[in-house]
């Protein structure tokens, strides 16, 4: 009865929003969009506009009816020296952002620090047709109390709109809450997290009804906080064991709720209006997970990867009637290639995942954890931070080197082009209507017919 219900959720439609994306990894927080942007561009072939960005930023652009938001870090050319700590090691085995250190908490990821700059936390808001910029908001100017990974920037959190305002979290760095035409509605300092290796902040805020949720995990004492998307004052706090990630929560429906799920070694479910614990599997570790979970109803699927080899696990969401009974093992668990840092992605009934940070595919059935393709090299792109997104049946992979691979899924997977863009891309990908945003390391591109 568990598979028959499982398997007719995997072919449900998994999109309920219009042609924005809101937040990471868009309305369902799942990588998956209507539409159908191009599958084949370059420079000068469907690119609407392409419009440079200041400083470095590595959170997914988001899209509300005709405005585009992105954050950004900018440095102000002030340095000062980051003084060696105790105990720290060998360069990590980490990502932009984050993730599991081959050695101690060094600074930025080496083990003695790169001299730390003054950054402004600034905001854009960029029309959806032509690309100029509506508005920029300079939030705070700050000189960072740790360094991050050399790859990764101090605007890695991606924000999140309900159409009436825009949350923007820099971390430690202050989160806002403006108005869509850029007015601050308010402000709060969660404090200062002290991440491992220094290796940068990622984690990014979620809308739940009338709350925004942020997942706090770090050295220190963590905890996941809701706050009111109106006025920012503290709603529930809800203490998590120490330990650096930087996972975004995930909202999973079971029945007639929504459960906030934290994937990593232990997986964690909330529930949403109060920040109680629910149900857990697994078991606590250092931390280390980077990759969103993606869920299919009640059932979520959490994979990480790296250079020990990866895991992915099925869980199968309890409901808030079950809260305080023990957790039901996970569904299967399985040894496979998994992603370090881009998230997987599920379409059509498959979970779709790469290789660690490579351009190698693989295909699994979520109901059983078989393999049922790859890992696979990939004909155009090598090496990868973007998570997956899909639209129209196609799958987008998005290099570090500006190679934009698309694919389609069925009744077969196979590449259909191999894009070159003259920009590196770090940052995930967002598609909005027949619309793909890109954001590179120095330009923002908008993809469309």
């Known amino acids: 009865m568990l598979l028959v219900t499982l398997l007719a959720a995997l072919h449900s439609d998994p999109f309920t929003g219009n042609d924005s994306w809101p937040g990471w990894r868009g309305a369902n927080g799942n990588g998956v969009a209507l539409g159908s942007p191009p599958v084949e561009f370059g420079e000068d072939k469907n690119v609407r506009w392409k419009t440079p960005l200041p400083g470095k930023g590595l959170s997914q652009p988001i899209v509300w009816d005709g405005t585009v938001f992105v954050t950004a870090a900018v440095g102000t050319g002030k340095k000062k020296e980051a003084a060696p700590e105790e105990g720290e090691g060998e360069r990590g085995d980490g990502p932009p952002g984050g993730g599991p250190p081959g050695g101690g908490r060094g600074r930025g990821g080496f083990g003695r620090g790169a001299p730390i700059e003054e950054q402004d936390f600034v905001v854009l808001a960029l029309d959806r047709k032509s690309g100029a910029v509506k508005w920029q908001k300079k939030l705070g100017t700050a000189m960072p109390h740790q360094g991050t990974h050399p790859d990764g920037s101090y605007a890695s959190p991606t924000p999140v709109t309900d159409g009436e305002r825009v949350i923007v979290s820099f971390g430690s760095y202050g989160m806002y809450a403006l108005s869509m035409s850029g007015d601050v509605q308010w402000s709060i300092d969660l404090g200062d997290m002290d991440i491992q290796n220094g290796f940068g902040e990622g984690s990014s805020p979620i809308l739940f009804d009338d709350l925004v949720i942020l997942n706090w ?137 790469l290789k660690q940070d490579s351009g190698m595919l693989s295909m699994l059935d979520p109901t059983s954890g078989e393999v049922e393709y790859g890992p696979e090299r990939l004909k155009g792109v090598a090496d990868v931070y973007a998570s997956l997104v899909a639209a129209s049946g196609h799958l987008y992979v998005v290099g570090r080197d500006g190679t934009i691979e698309v694919l389609a899924t069925a009744p077969k997977i196979e590449t259909l082009f191999v894009n070159k863009l003259d920009d590196g891309f770090d940052s995930s990908p967002a598609i909005a209507g027949d619309e793909l945003f890109l954001r590179g390391n120095a330009n923002l591109y908008c993809i469309a017919k």
């Open 217 to 353: 995990d770090h050295e220190g004492d963590s905890f996941l906080v809701a706050l009111d998307k109106k006025t920012g004052k503290e709603r529930w706090r809800t203490p998590r064991a120490k330990g650096t990630s930087w996972v975004t929560p995930l909202l999973v429906q079971v029945g007639g709720t929504q459960e906030l799920v934290i994937g990593g070694p232990r997986t964690v479910a909330y529930d949403p209006t109060s920040g109680k614990e629910l149900w857990s599997e697994g078991e606590a570790g250092r931390g280390g997970a980077i990759a969103s979970p993606v869920a299919l109803e009640e059932l979520v699927i959490f994979a990480s990867g790296g250079r020990g080899g990866g895991e992915a696990r099925a869980l199968v969401a309890h409901g808030a009637a079950k809260a305080g009974e023990p957790a039901e093992p996970a569904l299967w668990k399985e040894r496979v290639d998994g992603p370090h840092v881009p998230s997987p992605l599920a379409l059509d009934g498959k979970v779709y995942m």
